[in-house]
């Protein structure tokens, strides 16, 4: 069984009934012109699926009568569906309230209606009954056509009011007659009222501010509204009609408007909704809220679109991503960083205990220095981690000098692991436009890792470069390598390949992809080498 859902509330059921070769649809509530619309559409896409023309409705739960509805249904959909269905002959057996018979005599408005569908020549069949029993039993018979007759009634006693069923078809047959009676005097009058029905159309339809077109079978523009046009970036309509509407779409998108536009109009779905990009005239993007459905015209199929211009919600959704985004990477990066600059300091403090009153001095710049690091990484968090190379306060600075200053504090971890630190200078000066802070956290994360994967005894290697006039930075350890399966996330944001320092120390999979931005943010590049049990090389080319 296909059900349908309009919000929570379950609103009609389709069912084809492969035993009688009939579709049952039901509607277990009032419904509105959009959920009719929905149900019928459902209930032809089933129809066409099993090659069923016969059709029992079940409108007993579905309230008084809406002209709107009946309109809709009888000059719009049911000529339309009996022609989807053809050479087959769409038979419809109406199943009807007793209330709702008696609105076709109390309500002349939608009694007439009414009788004028059935007063006209038709491409399907219909009768209206009381009884499910007596509506199958009609839709398995081969009767003659009543395409052109009055619906045939047929009500049990107790609702009857006394009306005999002959009463109910002779008065249906008047009010045909009557109908007819009054068509050729009321043709002007019509002819008036669609003329007024087309100019207000018009009028909504130019002076929406949302965009509207109106396509063809072949996805053609035959008509685009000045809202439209504009958002397109054109200043006429011209330049729009006559193009295919696919020849806008955005090329990563144009597949996934493409596969909506053939499932509307191959009658799979009765409308749809997407969200989707277009480019202008210009080329600069569109993005876009798409509504589309079928219509008839004249007896010619045609799509009509509204077109809700979405860019500036768009762009503002990826701007609060970003700023999420970078908001969580500096915290995160704060929480990992300040922790080398804080153990530094407490190992000062340490070795100031022990240490003679002379060496004090030395201590206290190393303590200096680490504190100043913890304020740097501090700030960037009120900067709400925006590291983009604007904010990049950028020196030209002897490098040798910057990397033997920088290494002090990590000579007093080096020495309390009994690791050596050695620095590889060459002997011209090399020169590097660097962010002295921020850059000082590759340092501080490439060297404090393979001190953690470096057994005593070991040793880590800093060596500075120059390549093609180009500097090239080289940390260098004999520690206990990285495993290959490693290898391909060692840069991911809170990687995976994380594992516990030899002493046991944590490690939040931050350090490498911390260090890969600020390197890329300096125009440089990162590349690591490794094999397990023998050490670790990063090669870093700015």
């Known amino acids: 069984m296909e059900d349908a859902r309009v919000g929570t509330a379950l609103v009609y059921s389709v069912k084809y009934r492969p035993r009688q070769h009939a579709l049952a649809l039901r509607w277990l509530k009032t419904y509105g012109l959009q959920e009719l619309q929905e149900s019928y559409h459902a209930a032809l896409i089933l129809a066409r699926r099993h090659g069923c023309a016969r059709w029992l409705l079940d409108s007993r739960r579905a309230g008084p009568i809406d002209l709107q509805v009946t309109q809709w249904l009888t000059q719009v959909f049911l000529p339309w569906a009996a022609d989807q269905l053809a050479p087959q002959v769409l038979r419809l057996a109406v199943l009807c309230a007793p209330a709702r018979l008696e609105q076709l005599h109390t309500d002349a408005v939608v009694g007439e209606a009414v009788a004028e569908a059935f007063a006209n020549p038709h491409p399907y069949h219909t009768r209206i009954f009381t009884t499910e029993a007596e509506a199958v039993e009609w839709l398995r018979s081969e009767g003659s056509p009543v395409s052109q007759e009055v619906a045939t009634l047929s009500r049990d006693p107790s609702a009857a009011k006394n009306c005999s069923l002959r009463a109910e078809n002779a008065a249906l047959r008047a009010q045909a007659r009557r109908v007819r009676a009054n068509r050729t005097a009321g043709s002007q009058q019509t002819a008036d009222d669609d003329q007024q029905q087309q ?9 929406s501010p949302l965009g509207q077109k109106i396509t063809s079978s072949d996805l053609t523009i035959r008509q685009a509204n000045p809202a439209l046009v504009a958002m397109l970036g054109s200043t006429h309509a011209d330049q729009v009609k006559g193009r295919r509407i696919l020849d806008f779409a955005h090329p990563q998108h144009r597949a996934d408007w493409s596969r909506a536009q053939q499932q509307l109009w191959a009658h799979e779905v009765p409308y749809f909704t997407l969200n989707t990009c277009l480019v202008r005239l210009d080329g600069s993007p569109l993005w876009c809220q798409v509504h589309s459905v079928l219509f008839l015209n004249e007896g ?22 970003r700023l999420y985004d970078s ?10 960083d300040v922790r080398n600059p804080l153990a530094n300091i407490k190992l000062a403090v340490e070795l100031l205990r022990r240490e003679q009153a002379g060496e004090t001095s030395t201590y206290l710049a190393i ?16 900067y709400l981690g925006q590291l983009d190379e604007g904010q990049l306060h950028k020196q030209l600075l002897d ?33 590097a436009n660097l962010d002295p802070n921020k850059f000082g956290r590759v340092v501080d994360n490439l060297v404090s890792n393979a001190l953690k994967f470096t057994p005593a005894g070991g040793r880590v290697t800093v060596c500075l470069e120059e390549l093609a006039s180009r500097p090239r930075l080289v940390v260098q350890d004999t520690g206990i390598g990285i495993p290959a399966k490693y290898h391909a996330h060692l840069f991911d944001k809170f990687s995976t390949a994380t594992r516990k ?11 490498l992809f911390i260090t890969q931005q600020i390197v890329r943010l300096h125009g440089g590049r990162i590349q690591v080498e490794s094999r397990e049990n023998e050490g670790t090389t990063f090669f870093i080319d700015l």
């Open 327 to 336: 908001q969580e990477a500096v915290l995160h990066m704060a929480a990992h």
């Open 501 to 511: 320092g030899l002493a046991g120390e944590y490690t939040t999979g931050l350090g």
């Open 367 to 382: 303590i200096e220095q680490a504190a100043a690091q913890a304020e740097a990484i501090v700030k960037d968090v009120l």
């Open 199 to 207: 100019v207000s159309f018009r009028t909504v339809f130019d002076s």
């Open 399 to 431: 490098f040798s000098a910057y990397l033997d200053a920088y290494l002090d504090t990590h000579r007093l971890a080096a020495q309390a692991k009994e690791v050596s630190l050695v620095l590889e200078l060459p002997s011209q000066v090399v020169w």
């Open 300 to 321: 010619q199929e045609l799509g009509y679109t509204t077109l809700i211009n979405t860019t500036e919600h768009t762009k503002l959704q990826a701007s609060l991503k």
